[in-house]
């Protein structure tokens, strides 16, 4: 186990390599860089270890993610951030449902713009899944999702439902995808071996 003092010369080194890879970006990265400094200090010495092992590509994808999401949560678990997205994924539905194109829309730009939660996504997931192999997939569980949401909010301002429900279902898609990529069946342990952890 490492000490306070390693701990904080990672974040330290991890910080050096984020800068470097920032260097000569756009604004937007290094705000993006700035907030994954944040990130990293919630996260543990291992995790700050496997976060700083990612791939150049798959930093910049999560300082991205970062700059992009105006809502940072300080103290909400990603958990918490699905309920409100569940939320909001079923007010979509009722809104396609009943014909109401300005509450999908809304709803739908609320989803893509979702709320971050303390730390980001890395400290959820399965620490063996923090790799970049397995965080690869994550650009495209970004665009169904997010640009589906963006497309059915464009779709359902112009009253054109049935492109709404059909980007519905391909957001939704995108849900499932990562799920099962990056979880298991909620709330199965370790006393439940039938079900899938
Ligand atoms: C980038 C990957 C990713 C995407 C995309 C995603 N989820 Fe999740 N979701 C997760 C992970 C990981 C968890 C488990 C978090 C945990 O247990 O700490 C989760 C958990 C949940 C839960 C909580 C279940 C429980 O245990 O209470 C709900 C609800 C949920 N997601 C809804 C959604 C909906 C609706 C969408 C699509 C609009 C969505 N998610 C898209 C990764 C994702």
Redesign the pocket.
């Known amino acids: 186990m490492q000490n306070k003092k390693q701990w904080l010369l990672g974040i330290g080194m991890s910080c050096l390599a984020l800068g470097s890879q920032a260097e000569g970006q756009p604004e937007d990265m290094k705000r993006g860089m700035e907030l994954m400094k944040q990130q990293m200090v919630v996260m543990s010495p291992e995790l700050v270890q496997k976060a700083n092992a990612l791939s150049p590509e798959i930093k910049k994808f999560l300082m991205h993610v970062a700059s992009r999401h105006e809502r940072r949560s300080d103290t909400l678990?990603?958990?918490q951030v699905?309920?409100e997205?569940?939320a909001?994924?079923q007010m979509i539905g009722a809104a396609i449902a009943t014909d109401n194109g300005a509450m999908a829309a809304d709803a739908a730009r609320r989803?893509a713009l979702h709320r971050l939660p303390k730390g980001g996504?890395l400290p959820?997931?399965p620490i063996e899944k923090v790799t970049t192999e397995s965080l690869s997939v994550?650009p495209s569980?970004?665009m169904?999702?997010e640009g589906n949401?963006q497309k059915l909010a464009e779709a359902a301002e112009k009253g054109d439902m049935v492109s709404a429900a059909h980007h519905y279902g391909e957001?939704?898609a995108?849900?499932v995808?990562?799920?099962m990529?990056?979880?298991g069946q909620?709330?199965a342990t370790a006393y439940t071996p039938r079900l899938k952890q």
């Open positions: 678990t990603l958990v699905m309920h997205i569940l909001e994924h989803l996504m959820y997931l994550l569980m970004e169904a999702v949401a957001m939704t995108g849900c995808a990562c799920h990529h990056f979880r909620p709330g």
